[in-house]
């Protein structure tokens, strides 16, 4: 049957195949294209029952089976694999019809790509898709980028497929053109990233300082699954820690070498962060502990140096240490979503892409990794108020940090005599403490940077640019 597919998924790995499957199951028609076509016939006869699948072998073949305009999803490794398939296709296409790249692109490459396919005329939409193997099956949250026309055209089929969040809203929304929809995604894992470093804080700390086990660190995790910490990475930590390695009987996280690896997002959240002038020391402390954690060669040469072993607290005092790691916990995640939504409000006036912080928040509360009750509120916030400064700047966020504050300074407190290290927590109260300081040093960095290089300063008592002749009589100049 030709022209009937409504969407076609180029790229049939584990995301691509579970995401045509999704398509099809939601009632589309979905052409399927690989380049090895036996994955595309292995595709259909294992779930062919789902839905309509069109198996096509060539690119032209793969096109000619889409109804116009066209939608084609292509579902590849990210950098030059990307670039190769549309490359293929793009001659094929014809003004009007639509490239869906759903990988983990950067978003300057998408911008790059946007800009030549509009040329042609041809939409290219990046959409960022969180929310791993399953959510690409049965409900992902989607960040598409791209053209408005794109997304009227696409949107509705985008909003069939996705998660949906506890009010039955889909989890997808029109981000912004061109990147701005891998440029949330890629922010989407930057907070991933410090989520799960501050996960993996509060678990050490309740082992060596509290004296838990991983069982009943299991079960902390479990309760605070039932309140504000209520998210999909409290659940799955808890699956984790009570799991036991069938060949040795020990807690599963115990056999497994403690070297963290990463495919690059969270990196790139802090690499253009610091081009942008955007503080985002939680999710930089996030991606520094991974890195620093396979440097297998330096930890050992380092094992030695002097400092305090943690001595667990007794029992009686295990239970109310473990409540303050919750509010430092929570604190501290409050920092790394304040500084991931100044990243994408920095990115969204940089780029102009007139991001909506509350339509972002309400696109994460379902489907992706960092799915959390605590989402709902961030969009209420940024709901009341859309030119909100900073997340801290909400009234109900600020009350909780007042109220967490003390046990959150205790906590980092007992992790530095104890010598457990807690970068995560310890950059978001350094960075809270920074924005509510009266003054900071930044004032003698300035008179530094005078004193070696003249390179001026500003007065708190008068407009205008000053030097002092540091060499000299120490007279001051107006520059
Ligand atoms: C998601 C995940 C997904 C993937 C990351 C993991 O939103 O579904 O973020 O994109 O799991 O690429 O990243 P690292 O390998 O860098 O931890």
Not at 115 to 133: A, N, P, W, Y
Not at 471 to 476: A, I, L, P
Request: with cysteine.
């Amino acid at each position: 049957m030709s022209n009937s597919a409504q969407i076609g998924v180029t790229g049939l790995a584990v995301m691509g195949r579970n995401l045509a499957r999704n398509f099809a199951r939601n009632g589309y028609t979905v052409a399927l294209h690989n380049r090895t076509a036996a994955r595309t016939h292995a595709l259909v006869e294992e779930f062919g029952h789902e839905g309509d699948f069109v198996a096509t072998e060539t690119a032209k073949e793969f096109v000619e089976a889409l109804e116009r305009p066209r939608r084609l999803m292509i579902m590849v490794k990210a950098g030059e694999p990307t670039d190769a398939v549309i490359q293929e296709f793009a001659p094929l296409l014809e003004p009007g019809d639509m490239i869906i790249d759903g990988g983990n692109a950067h978003f300057e490459d998408t911008r790059r790509r946007e800009r030549d396919l509009r040329g042609q005329g041809i939409h290219f939409v990046g959409t960022g898709v969180s929310g791993g193997e399953e959510g690409a099956l049965n409900g992902p949250s989607i960040m598409p980028g791209g053209s408005k026309e794109s997304y009227a055209s696409l949107g509705p089929m985008l909003e069939k497929i996705s998660a949906k969040a506890p009010d039955g809203s889909p989890c997808v929304t029109h981000c912004g053109p061109d990147g701005a929809g891998h440029f949330v995604k890629m922010v989407h894992n930057g907070i991933e990233y410090a989520d799960m470093q501050l996960i993996g804080e509060a678990y050490q700390l309740l082992r060596d300082v509290a004296g838990y086990s991983p069982a009943q660190i299991a079960d902390i995790f479990r309760t605070w699954n039932t309140g504000r910490l209520d998210s999909y990475l409290i659940e799955i930590t808890a699956e984790v820690l009570s799991h036991v390695d069938a060949a040795t009987g020990k807690p599963f996280v115990d056999v497994v070498q403690d070297r963290a690896e990463q495919k690059g997002t969270g990196r790139w959240t802090v690499q253009i962060a610091l081009d942008l002038g955007v503080p985002v020391s939680g999710i930089a402390e996030a991606v520094f502990a991974r890195s620093l954690s396979g440097h297998a060669d330096l930890r050992a040469a380092s094992r030695e140096l002097a400092g305090p072993k943690a001595k667990p607290l007794g029992e009686s005092e295990a239970g109310a240490f473990a409540d303050r790691v919750e509010q430092a916990l929570y604190a501290s995640k409050i920092v790394s979503y304040t500084q991931g939504f100044h990243e994408i409000s920095a990115g969204s006036d940089q780029y102009d892409w007139d991001i909506d912080l509350g339509a972002i928040s309400a696109i994460w509360r379902g489907g992706c990794i960092i799915r959390a009750a605590f989402l709902d509120r961030i969009r209420a916030a940024y709901d009341a108020r859309p030119d909100l400064p900073s997340l801290l700047s909400d009234e109900t966020f600020a009350q909780e940090i007042a109220a967490a504050q003390d046990d959150w300074r205790e906590v980092l407190v007992a992790a530095t005599r104890q010598g457990v290290p807690a970068p995560g927590f310890s950059a978001a109260l350094a960075y809270y403490d920074a924005l509510r300081a009266d003054r900071l040093p930044a004032a003698l960095t300035q008179g530094q940077r005078d004193f070696f290089g003249a390179h001026t300063y500003r007065r708190v008592d008068r407009e205008g640019s000053f030097h002092t002749l540091w060499g000299g009589d120490r007279s001051e100049v107006e520059a």
